[in-house]
């Protein structure tokens, strides 16, 4: 591979060359800049070996240097050579500084302006006025040479139905026009593909893990759609499906249409939508309104049909967890400690067991001991796949897409006897769990408002983690659905009833073990006796918690409720579609503990 890389980096130096440039940036992301890319657009995969979710590479004429973040640190070692790229860290050296640092002065550097928010450009075009300049290129020279490219995977769109997503896209659509028109709009461009599949009631697969189409619209206030997507990728049913005022071009018009909106003024998400789009419209002199995908708030907000499905699906989803934990704790108890590549297979193999389910919501976290105090771990990056070991523990992070509903799940289960410091933090991890389901809290707070009712017990013990505490989580769409979030950053973005939230506090010893308990909840209104109605959770997950994994000891009376309730109601919904013996061990499992 190091050979293959070599000469893939010379034939980009040998273009800089030829096109009277010094520098490349090649980041992670493609066109529609979100989470997941497709196999066709993983260019800093082609140009590096990479295969981490996150990340940067630059190429200039006589070096290059390749940025990850700290969850990547060790695994770049294994997969980038290091005799051709210099290995930086993402966030404390990020890649513009490294070219300000050792280019020469008025060095042109290279940008595919598609690859990067219009919110990046602006900023990086600020940061290095004067001293670099930034060439915006036509065409990317990694496709020029990428010449085993595999193919696009382009599916054929799914209508949902209103039994799926309860709302109709025309409503929709009216909803999201008369925002724009609040807001001095002509129209707005979407390019975030869970937010068309949303506002049209379709979806598909052509991204892993997303059921989306790669597609692109645009939103006018007269409430009329232009969707920019093979018109053969269509089922037959599609206008009927979306009703009047939606027209389908081919995505190579979407540059006509954009120059189409002269003299208008076009909302932009700047933090969602690629510099190129913004540049054509600047171009054709329309006026760009930088403001939030609209359609985020309203999608966010789950309506009663989806929050029926999201319940749903979640005790689907729960049969195939619980059947997955007692079939582990069956080969453990038999000496088989299997590898994290088995047990995320097995995983699979039982959800895949209920038809509904479509795919994973994200790649599997399995971890055994040590690798999972790497919260981003994957076992797939691995030279040699780790096995179960014994008195330690096994984090197991997962999720399904089904078409009524996206799940997100993590549980960390006993293997033989883990030691009191184990049980002693997974405790307190717990107990932050149990505080944040538990909160009360007025209309207008934020996620960043709850975060330390999470980390409280464990800051008590001097102890913390290095992520957040809960993510936004579509309705089959994508598993990190903005703009709600809870995490110590502060966010604006007041909490709704209808919305899903990750509950995930963790806590994680280098080398050692890594504990995370994740349920999904729902935020909802509760009646009070007092004043006003106020907000709370109501968790969507049920598969068991581990309870050997409890210190009695540290829990308060309310917490053990808490615990034990919650068990009644994973036992009462699950144990209808178990038997024999998975319906035993979820017995044992949600059985009450007491002191």
């Not at 009329?224 to 081919?250: C, K, M, Q």
């Not at 003024?265 to 609209?294: F, H, K, M």
Request: glycine letters at 8%; hydrophobic letters at 40%.
């Amino acid at each position: 591979m190091q050979a293959v890389i070599s000469q893939r980096v010379a034939q980009i130096r040998q273009w800089l060359e030829a096109n009277q440039l010094d520098a490349l940036l090649i980041p992670h992301e493609d066109e529609y800049l979100g989470e997941y890319i497709p196999a066709h657009n993983e260019r800093l995969h082609w140009a590096t070996g990479f295969t981490g979710s996150a990340g940067m590479a630059v190429i200039a004429r006589d070096k290059a240097a390749m940025f990850v973040d700290g969850r990547y640190v060790v695994q770049v070692r294994k997969q980038v050579p290091g005799d051709v790229y210099e290995y930086r860290h993402l966030i404390d050296e990020p890649p513009v500084q490294w070219a300000l640092d050792n280019l020469s002065p008025n060095s042109k550097v290279a940008i595919d302006p598609r690859l990067h928010s219009a919110a990046w450009l602006t900023r990086t075009q600020i940061q290095v006025a004067g001293e670099l300049e930034l060439v915006s290129i036509g065409e990317n020279p990694i496709e020029l040479f990428w010449s085993d490219r595999p193919e696009a995977t382009l599916s054929q769109a799914k209508l949902m139905g209103l039994d799926f997503v309860g709302q109709s896209s025309s409503d929709k659509r009216e909803l999201i026009a008369t925002e724009i028109t609040k807001q001095k709009a002509d129209a707005v461009l979407l390019t975030q593909l869970d937010s068309i599949a949303w506002l049209l009631n379709i979806r598909g697969n052509d991204v892993p893990s997303l059921p989306v189409l790669l597609s692109t619209a645009l939103l006018h206030a007269d409430q009329s759609v232009d969707f920019y997507i093979d018109p053969n990728r269509l089922p037959e049913g599609f206008a009927t499906h979306v009703g009047e005022g939606v027209r389908v071009n081919t995505p190579e018009a979407l540059e006509t249409g954009l120059q189409q909106l002269s003299g208008k003024t076009v909302l932009v998400d700047p933090a969602t939508s690629n510099a190129w789009a913004s540049q054509i419209l600047r171009d054709t002199n329309a006026t760009l309104l930088e403001a939030a995908d609209p359609c985020l708030l309203p999608k966010a907000a789950k309506n009663p049909t989806e929050i029926a499905g999201m319940k749903a699906c979640h005790i689907r989803d729960g049969v195939a967890v619980s059947k997955f934990l007692a079939w582990v704790d069956s080969q453990v108890a038999q000496g088989n400690l299997l590898d994290e590549g088995t047990l995320s297979d097995k995983l699979w193999q039982f959800r895949s067991e209920d038809s509904s389910c479509t795919d994973v919501s994200f790649d599997t976290i399995s971890a055994a001991a040590g690798n999972a105090a790497m919260c981003h771990y994957n076992h797939n990056n691995q030279p040699e796949p780790s096995v179960l070991e014994m008195d330690n523990v096994y984090l197991v992070d997962s999720g399904g897409q089904y078409p009524d509903g996206t799940t997100d799940i993590t549980r960390t289960i006993a293997i033989g006897e883990p030691g009191d410091e184990v049980k002693q933090t997974f405790t307190l991890v717990l107990k932050g769990h149990i505080g944040l389901a538990s909160a009360r809290f007025p209309k207008g707070t934020t996620g960043s408002q709850l975060d330390a009712l999470a980390r409280q017990h464990l800051w008590a013990y001097g102890f913390d983690y290095d992520h957040g505490t809960g993510h936004g989580v579509g309705h089959f769409l994508s598993v990190h659905e903005g703009p709600q979030r809870i995490a110590k950053v502060y966010n604006p973005t007041a909490l709704l009833p209808g919305m899903v939230l990750s509950n995930e506090p963790g806590y994680y010893r280098a080398d050692a073990f890594g504990i995370r308990i994740e349920n999904l909840e729902l935020v909802v209104e509760v009646e009070t006796a007092g004043d006003m109605t106020v907000m709370g959770f109501e968790s969507l997950t049920r598969a068991p918690i581990d309870r050997r994994l409890v210190d009695l000891a540290l829990m308060t009376d309310a917490e053990l409720n808490w615990l034990n309730n919650y068990h009644q109601s994973v036992f009462d919904v699950l144990s209808p579609s178990l038997q024999g013996d998975d319906l035993a061990w979820l017995e044992q499992a949600t059985a009450p503990l007491t002191r």
